[in-house]
């Protein structure tokens, strides 16, 4: 049995045309016409397949093999993009899992659980300010109340861009996926990191997701004269912030590993202005890791380093924890089930930790999680020069599939 791998070119260049702007890049943000497009689109391909089409009360698109009960093994990712973004990063997750599904339909070959692909809405950050919204919101993790509140600066509802692509915010509380319901959650997604380009492999599993914590910091300066003021009498907001930056530079860069990484990538300065000196500075400190304990250690070590610069510039640093998310252990069973089908395809398995969230951080409350990750050139993502190579995308089909006919043995019925 093989899978269509033209069919799936085919398709990844037909998905890429809903939203390419002059640049190349792809805008398809949540309810854009890019996405009511791709939505339709994805929705003909599915039903073309054989396969029987939902959409849910956030708008998540279902695509489901027909005249199977129970719990279904689910395949996908989302379609939406990240502003000027690539054409892989979703996408090619959406469409490995429709190839896959089509391929063992085709091929009729009977599987023990029924099989189920999805494409989740809105996963990319968006102008509403909820990432991840559609597997956020279908696992209990938002409330309908939360997404009734949402509106972006210019006053549109996010409720009503839901009901613009078939969803209902309302009926959100009778349709939330319950323990059980579904067999298991496979995502194929591109690796958007540069472990599998320099190993020179095309695809791995993923057994842990990274934690990411995020602290809204103001520092409290004094804003004074530029010409005037002496350089030793200055509480300079702005300097005070970029030691800071520099401080979680250098605490996270001592430990050297790939799992671990810290980032100030906003700041605001007040009053912004050339002749004055910053008064104040706000910004949003952001550090990735699974190993929550190291965390706890690497965040002693950068306030010690911070207290020192508040001591040394007269500043005040006021902190505020924004964003505590757990790291996820993926499921054992699923994982082993990714490696194996790496193995087939290239010889040796490869065990890495996503270091971006995903859709399958809020699955994994619900089912037995995996990802397959597959080989970014260069590591490079959300961007219009992301690029997955063909071989490495055929690579990637073949261990799906692997993947899917091993757990569809394992996994209880
Ligand atoms: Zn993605």
């Not at 892989?88 to 029924?114: K, M, S, W, Y």
């Not at 961007?383 to 757990?407: F, K």
Request: hydrophobic content about 40%.
């Amino acid at each position: 049995m093989e899978v269509n791998t033209k069919r799936l070119h085919e398709r990844l260049d037909a998905l890429a045309r809903f939203g390419r702007n002059d640049n190349g890049g792809i805008d398809r943000s949540i309810g854009s016409q890019a996405d009511r497009d791709a939505r339709a689109w994805l929705t003909a391909q599915w039903q073309s397949a054989g396969l029987n089409v939902r959409t849910d009360a956030i708008a998540n698109l279902w695509a489901r093999v027909p005249g199977k009960p129970g719990a279904p093994i689910v395949l996908g990712s989302h379609h939406d993009a990240v502003p000027d973004g690539g054409r892989f990063d979703g996408a090619l997750g959406v469409l490995l899992a429709t190839e896959v599904v089509q391929t063992l339909l085709e091929n009729r070959v009977p599987t023990r659980h029924p099989l189920e692909v999805v494409s989740f809405t809105a996963e990319e950050p968006n102008p509403f300010g909820l990432s991840t919204l559609g597997s956020r919101a279908i696992t209990s993790k938002l409330t309908p109340e939360q997404i009734l509140a949402a509106h972006d600066d210019t006053g549109r509802r996010l409720a009503d861009v839901i009901a613009q692509v078939g969803g209902n915010v309302k009926a959100l509380p009778f349709e939330r996926l319950q323990p059980g319901e579904k067999a298991a959650y496979l995502e194929p997604h591109i690796e958007q990191s540069r472990n599998l380009y320099d190993a020179g492999l095309a695809v791995a599993t993923v057994d842990r997701i990274t934690g990411i914590y995020r602290e809204w910091i103001t520092v409290e300066g004094e804003a004074n004269h530029a010409g005037t003021t002496t350089m030793p009498r200055r509480h300079d907001a702005l300097l005070a912030a970029a030691e800071l930056a520099l401080a979680l530079e250098a605490t996270v860069s001592r430990v050297n590993r790939s799992d671990v990484v810290g980032t100030v990538g906003k700041m605001d300065v007040f009053p912004n202005a050339a002749n004055i000196i910053p008064g104040r500075a706000e910004l949003i400190l952001e550090m990735r890791t699974p190993d929550r304990e190291l965390r706890s250690r690497l965040l002693e070590e950068f306030t010690a380093r911070i207290e020192a610069i508040e001591a040394k510039r007269g500043v005040r640093f006021v902190r505020q924890v924004n964003l505590d998310q757990a790291e996820v252990v993926l499921n054992p069973t699923v994982a082993a089930a990714i490696a194996d089908g790496c193995q087939a395809v290239q010889g040796k398995p490869v065990s890495l930790v996503s270091m971006a969230g995903h859709d399958a951080v809020h699955m994994s409350g619900i089912c037995p999680t995996g990802m397959l990750f597959i080989q970014s050139v260069e590591g490079i993502s959300h961007s219009r020069q992301e690029l997955t190579h063909d071989a490495e995308i055929d690579s990637a089909a073949r261990a799906l599939l692997h993947a899917v006919l091993e757990l569809d043995q394992t996994l209880p019925v």
